[in-house]
């Protein structure tokens, strides 16, 4: 079967499984892609409705609807696993990267458009519920990414989307309980969004370095992984990121760089990853050049990335 007719029949597919899980959406292929990528399915956790959704769509959208429908009992709390995608609602655009929280008002129009392939996990809340907690606020924004309702949001929403984990979870007065909590969180967040505050903004020296570290374990796959990238999620100032770091003898691209080279190492060691090959490990970790690549290994390892493999595997 010709690849186009292939990934149009998987978009179909792929279509259809969202409309099941998500509700009434539009979605359009992406003209960037030769071959479709998706998947999508639900999950319900002690009543609680989880999506877990992969693709690489060039659109999907939500159109007004008319407020009494099933479609508008919620708002989506997303967690963005991987890739970026764009966010529009309300003349408002958002942008998430990996690690990023959002919540979107399902009863008013918005558009998903994701840049390549991405993958998330949505938190179904009533949007009765979050209306009464955010009171006047509008029901869509970003959260502040490095706030502790942020970070708390991250581990409750990965530790429901476990299948694993979530199969002795209690009933369904527990989910209710967990609703509660994540709109209090998700409106924590928001709250701190708003007032132009990261979340520490009173913090020393030394907290600021272990977040700005801990910034950088979160964002090893991200490509736009930067001395200003830290800086601008810190609200701090790029020469004040260079003196923390340059305090302790170290330099920030030098950090970043070898917090990636670890993590490419350790997964040349993993057993069950030796169907990966040495570029897609790299490039998974957020390097973009496999010649440089290779220079930065065998400077950090005296090894080739392939004798490294081959040796210590």
Known sequence: MPALLRSSDEFANWNRDLRAVCGN????????????????HGQDVCGLEIAHIRTNAGLISRHRTCGDGDDDRYCFLILQNAGHQRIR???QVIELGPEDVAL?????????????????????LSREEVSLQLSQKQLFGKLARNSVATHMIRALVRSL????????YGGRS???????????????????????QPGFACVGQDDIYGLA??????????????????????????RHLYRLFEQRHESISRYIQQRRLERVAKDLRAHDLRHES???????????DAAHFSRAFKRRFQHAPRDFRQHFS
């Open 25 to 40: 959406f539009s979605t359009a292929m992406s003209d960037q892609h030769s071959l479709f990528i998706g998947s999508v």
């Open 89 to 91: 609602q309300q003349n």
């Open 104 to 124: 979107v008002d399902s009863a008013r129009a918005f558009e998903i458009e994701p840049q390549g392939l991405v993958q998330n996990i949505s938190i179904h």
């Open 161 to 168: 989307g476990d299948v694993e984990l979530s199969r002795d």
């Open 174 to 196: 527990d989910g209710s309980a967990l609703e509660q909590a994540m709109i209090g969180l998700a409106a924590a967040g928001l709250d701190e969004r708003a007032d132009g």
């Open 213 to 238: 570290t801990r910034l950088v374990e979160a964002s090893l796959q991200d490509t736009e992984l930067s001395p200003e990238y830290l800086a601008r999620r810190l609200n701090v100032s790029v």
């Open 278 to 288: 040495i570029t897609q490990i790299a490039f998974k970790w957020g390097f973009v």
